[in-house]
Nanobody
Framework: QVQLVESGGGLVQAGGSLRLSCVAPRSIFGNNVMGWHRQAPGLQRELVSSISRGGNTNYADSVKGRFAISRDNAKNTVYLQMNSLKPEDTAVYYC???????????????WGQGTQVTVSS
């Protein structure tokens, strides 16, 4: 399987900031939508943010105005800048790539291993 590699997670105080990074093989990164998902204890995994090849972005309502996704196509890297962090943001964050896979559907087919983000009160 294609390996996406996340980094940048850690422990921060409420109100602080972190920047997550995800590096993908060029063959995947250069031709697909990239995104960040998160899984918090007791909650379903949710899509936090995504960015298209052309730079169009989407955000979950819970992070609008606080998080910003970006991509550097030359470095095959997608970032998630997280500001004004809240304890509710505590979760494992996963990088993913959306591609045209089996069956012809456009779906999240490639995933990273996840990076833990913990926000203390």
């Amino acid at each position: 399987q294609v390996q996406l590699v996340e980094s940048g997670g850690g422990l921060v105080q409420a109100g602080g900031s972190l920047r997550l990074s995800c590096v993908a093989p060029r063959s995947i990164f250069g031709n697909n939508v990239m995104g960040w998902h998160r899984q918090a204890p007791g909650l379903q995994r949710e899509l936090v943010s995504s960015i298209s090849r052309g730079g169009n972005t989407n955000y979950a309502d819970s992070v609008k105005g606080r998080f910003a996704i970006s991509r550097d196509n030359a470095k095959n890297t997608v970032y998630l800048q997280m500001n004004s962090l809240k304890p509710e943001d505590t979760a494992v964050y996963y990088c993913a790539a959306k591609t045209y896979g089996s069956g012809g559907t456009f779906s999240w087919n490639y995933w990273g291993q996840g990076t833990q983000v913990t926000v203390s009160s």
